[in-house]
């Protein structure tokens, strides 16, 4: 079939093809509506006995607590060993999670060399509502404090001299997160040339089925 043929097949059967495009419209208009989310990047620091906060280069050592920390995030992962999570990685919605978690201990170093310089967990938790992230968010946090408390009360440490897990300030706010005017024009071609492909073959049927009629 040439493009004459098809587009007088299209001025016939425009009704057909129109249909169409305007249910993809509405799928566009109502996608485009629903396409933000919300996420947060929350960090729970943990610290030895006393709360003090130390860093790599004080003269605290960290290790112990830098180990501890890791062992929880592993227990919180169901023993899983995953990937020290990079802060120049991208965040989850950059990847394209629309609802997920991931818990980590941070990583301040670079691809090719890792650096643990404090024992800090990031949690990140990406979802369809600000409810729903803050909730779980929430969650998580008193999961892996709970977890701490009873890992060191099985091991006999006295209250007073455990290691303790501290929300940082400024972190964990859920912020919705849209997608920019490249994703959306990208998303309107893609939607809308296939609402024209469709569109045109339903016409093309359409019109077959009527001159087989006739």
């Given at each position: 079939m040439t493009a004459a043929v098809a587009l007088r097949i299209l001025l016939r059967r425009w009704y057909v093809a129109g249909a169409v495009m305007l249910l993809a419209a509405a799928f566009l208009a109502v996608s485009l509506r629903s396409a933000g989310v919300y996420a947060?990047?929350?960090?729970?620091?943990?610290?030895?006995?006393?709360?003090?906060?130390v860093t790599a280069q004080q003269d605290g050592d960290l290790s112990p607590v830098t180990s501890f920390a890791a062992s929880i995030v592993t227990q919180f992962d169901d023993g899983r060993v995953l990937e020290p999570f990079a802060t120049t990685s991208a965040p989850l919605y950059g990847v394209g999670v629309r609802q997920g978690v991931q818990v980590a201990l941070e990583n301040s170093g670079n691809q090719w060399v890792d650096s643990?310089?404090?024992?800090?967990?990031?949690?990140?938790?990406?979802?369809?509502?600000?409810?729903?992230?803050?909730?779980?968010?929430?969650?998580?946090?008193?999961?892996?404090?709970?977890?701490?408390?009873?890992?060191q009360a099985a091991d006999g440490v006295p209250a007073d001299a455990r290691i303790t897990?501290?929300?940082?300030?400024?972190?964990?706010?859920?912020?919705?997160?849209?997608?920019?005017?490249?994703?959306k024009l990208t998303a309107a071609a893609a939607i809308l040339a296939a609402g024209f492909i469709v569109g045109t073959a339903l016409a093309v049927w359409t019109d077959a089925l009527f001159r087989k009629g006739s």
């Open positions: 947060t990047d929350a960090r729970l620091e943990f610290l030895p006995p006393g709360g003090l906060q643990f310089s404090t024992p800090l967990v990031e949690i990140q938790v990406v979802g369809p509502t600000a409810q729903w992230v803050g909730a779980t968010t929430q969650q998580i946090v008193a999961q892996l404090t709970a977890m701490s408390d009873e890992a897990a501290e929300l940082q300030p400024l972190t964990g706010t859920v912020e919705q997160i849209m997608p920019g005017t490249r994703d």
